[in-house]
């Protein structure tokens, strides 16, 4: 009789994660993603270190936003600081953030929204461009149970004709049922609450807000522009932008 008590309560609890992983991903979503660097600074130049602490610095102080209705994900740079577009440091932080991107993610899509060259461009992805490896290795991180996905990707660069590739890291939670995350790092069964595209620059989730009351849906709309593939975008760049070895 115990016995078959506890296997109906384990089928209860089981029961209750999926029914909540199944409501999470039916709500309004909030996130506010921050940089943070983990690397080996010690063989700095001591030329280049007030740089790269300003630099340092200015990662911990922005933010980016990722806003969602359930089925549309946009993350985007959310411009809080006064800062001017004289900063070096601040306007090379906000680049390695997203820069002026919108990234948009459904389960089907991915799409980066760019205005480059004098142009709106909406730059189409295969949505599983990062080949995730889910492992075993688990962390609990702001309270939620993340499991850790390793990635792999190449990108044929025109300009330096050659294979450039790609080993991002991520830290993603089935307990919030939504495949978004930061700048692209995106794709998996639950939502990135830390993922880095080099294993150096990470993505961290600071905030997270989820509930019907949230005010985003002003966000929630595609921009338009002319579309592109990743490919066709990447050799626009080249002919506008030739890059030298």
Request: glycine letters at 8%.
């Amino acid at each position: 009789m115990k016995k078959n008590y506890l296997i109906i309560l384990c089928l209860v609890i089981i029961g209750n994660s999926v029914e909540t992983s199944a409501q999470i991903a039916e709500e309004k979503l909030k996130v506010i993603y921050k940089m943070r660097v983990e690397s080996d600074d010690s063989t700095m130049p001591s030329k280049h270190r007030s740089m790269i602490e300003r630099l340092y610095q200015a990662y911990s102080e922005l933010e980016f936003e990722l806003v969602s209705d359930g089925k549309l994900g946009v993350y985007q740079y959310d411009k809080k600081l006064e800062v001017g577009e004289s900063d070096i440091i601040y306007s090379l932080a906000i680049n390695h953030g997203g820069g002026s991107s919108i990234y948009y993610r459904t389960k089907e899509k991915k799409i980066e929204h760019v205005h480059n060259l004098g142009k709106k461009i909406n730059v189409f992805y295969d949505p599983k461009e990062l080949n995730w490896e889910i492992t075993k290795e688990t962390r609990k991180i702001k309270g939620y149970t993340c499991y850790k996905a390793i990635g792999y990707k190449e990108q044929y660069d025109p300009g330096r004709e050659k294979v450039l590739t790609f080993s991002p890291i991520a830290w993603f939670t089935p307990e919030i049922n939504m495949p978004f995350g930061p700048k692209g790092i995106d794709g998996l069964p639950g939502l990135v609450i830390e993922g880095s595209m080099n294993g150096k620059l990470f993505f961290y989730a600071d905030k997270i807000e989820i509930g019907a009351g949230l005010k985003n849906q002003r966000k929630l709309k595609m921009e338009k522009g002319e579309d592109m593939n990743e490919t066709e975008y990447l050799e626009l760049l080249q002919k506008m932008r030739p890059v030298t070895n």
